[in-house]
């Protein structure tokens, strides 16, 4: 199986800060790579697919980067609203695997 | 608008089985796969399998082969997912979660469940 690590496993910012979390695949995944957002006891929502593709109707202050085996998450300009858990997932193969999550907290 | 409405929480003691429904709408329910995804408490996501409810196809995890079956009723547009022989591993959360691939597996998870809680206890 491949496993996904995301780093770091939790983090706190300010409002306002920009926020990166990245993810490592344990071999080359190409850009099959989603970022879900999970807020606690909610279900995850999609939020960035192919690694960049800004899912419609999700604020433009997301983004992701990356290809291979390394990715990137980015809250440009952090929100109160986006206190959540952030969970990269491949799809190159089977079976799907995500990484462990990255808990992101306000300051 | 697409919804996806599980099934209530279920309390199952370990060797039993459970199954777990998913009644999808505002969409045509055979034009999208369907996955199941779990989440222990206070742990990460983790992928059950697909299930593509035209053909009745499924390709299980290797890790529940042997123990999940994922079913539909078309006629009622619910998905169904059964995990047989349970023991307190497999306490968790349960969602299904519909796939965006129009008629393929595309592995965008872009509509889920609220999820159902299963508690496997003596």
């Known amino acids: 199986d491949i496993q996904m690590t995301q780093s770091p496993s939790s983090l706190s910012a300010s409002v306002g800060d920009r926020v990166t979390i990245t993810c490592q695949a344990s071999q080359d995944i190409n850009n099959y790579l989603n970022w879900y957002q999970q807020n606690p006891g909610k279900a995850p929502k999609l939020l960035i697919s192919?690694?960049?593709n800004v899912e419609t109707g999700v604020p433009s202050r997301f983004s992701g980067s990356g290809s291979g085996t390394y990715f990137t998450f980015t809250i440009s300009s952090l929100q109160p609203e986006d206190i959540a858990t952030y969970y990269c997932?491949?799809?190159?193969?089977?079976?799907?695997?995500f990484g462990q999550g990255t808990r992101l907290e306000i300051k | 608008q697409v919804q996806l409405v599980q099934s209530g929480a279920e309390v199952k003691k370990p060797g039993a089985s459970v199954k777990i429904s998913c009644k999808a709408s505002g969409y045509t329910f055979n034009d999208y796969f369907f996955h199941w995804v779990r989440q222990a408490p206070g742990q990460g996501l983790e992928w059950m399998g697909w299930f593509n409810p035209k053909r009745g196809s499924t390709n299980y995890a290797q890790k529940f082969q042997g123990r999940v079956t994922m079913t539909r009723d078309t006629s009622i547009t619910t998905a169904y997912m059964e995990l047989n022989r349970l023991t307190s591993d497999d306490t968790a959360v349960y969602y299904c979660?519909?796939?965006?691939?129009?008629?393929?597996?595309?592995?965008?998870?872009?509509?889920w469940g609220q999820g159902t809680l299963v508690t496997v206890s003596s």
């Open positions: 192919d690694a960049s």
């Open positions: 979660a519909r796939d965006r691939g129009d008629a393929v597996v595309g592995w965008h998870f872009d509509f």
């Open positions: 997932q491949q799809y190159d193969n089977l079976p799907i695997t």
